[in-house]
């Protein structure tokens, strides 16, 4: 059966990368996510998507430059489904807590060296205290931050994102020993889901948002979809 992950916890629902958003995906009965994380000032890993506040709060500022004593008090339901309450930048602690998710994929935008080791440091350290790094897959596009993964955290399971065909992604997720392959729906081939899955790896393919594009996926035999919209994909694909 193909498995189901809310985008960004359910971005075509609610405010995308938010409490609420990531309750309405387990409202749905989906108990897997996608989410992003950027490290802010004090080194709180802070989910939200951009690198900078504008799309997502309206505000001015990259979140590496805030502290997370601010960053939980900006709302953060600018430029996407109405919300009829504040919906704050959550930090990965707040949803470790209060979210009951059976796996994690915590995609982890490009990097500088020494960031991106300080980011998969503060990941491990935090689902470590949480019980979750079984639970947990750090994904990325990113080949500094797969380096820093296999070098310093390499009990975490690891991810390839992998958007266009201009590398061959099975050739780079076995060079990082990745377990899971984050693929475009576009680069979702029969012949290059059979090779993954003969590799080992697990396909998960984005962004999934409609019901027939679904069923496709479901019969070419995907192990999982990521969606914007896991209510609808729980009444296509588990109907």
């Not at 796996?103 to 300080?118: D, M, P």
């Not at 931050?145 to 975490?156: E, G, H, K």
């Not at 390839?160 to 990745?178: M, R």
């Amino acid at each position: 059966m193909t498995l189901i992950y809310g985008h960004r916890g359910a971005k075509g629902e609610a405010p995308e990368n938010t409490l609420v958003g990531f309750q309405t995906c387990l409202e749905h009965g989906v108990r897997r996510c996608e989410l992003d994380l950027h490290l802010s000032r004090d080194g709180e890993l802070m989910v939200i998507h951009d690198p900078t506040l504008r799309r997502t709060t309206g505000r001015r500022g990259k979140v590496a430059e805030q502290h997370s004593a601010d960053l939980i008090n900006v709302d953060a339901r600018h430029g996407g489904p109405g919300h009829i309450k504040p919906a704050p930048i959550p930090t990965l602690d707040e949803l470790f807590e209060k979210c009951p998710f059976e796996h994690w994929q915590l995609e982890v935008k490009s990097a500088s060296r020494v960031r991106a080791a300080r980011t998969v440091q503060a990941i491990e350290a935090l689902a470590t205290k949480h019980g979750l790094l079984d639970k947990i897959t750090v994904t990325s596009s990113s080949r500094e931050v797969l380096r820093a993964l296999q070098r310093l955290t390499p009990n975490i399971s690891r991810g390839l994102v992998a958007e266009y065909a201009w590398i061959d992604p099975l050739k780079a997720a076995k060079a990082y020993d990745c377990s899971i392959l984050a693929l475009n729906w576009t680069l979702c081939t029969p012949e290059r889901l059979l090779k993954a899955q003969k590799q080992g790896l697990h396909v998960s393919v984005w962004t999934v948002n409609e019901a027939a594009l679904m069923r496709r996926l479901a019969d070419f035999g995907v192990d999982s979809i990521i969606t914007d919209y896991p209510g609808l994909a729980v009444r296509t694909l588990q109907r």
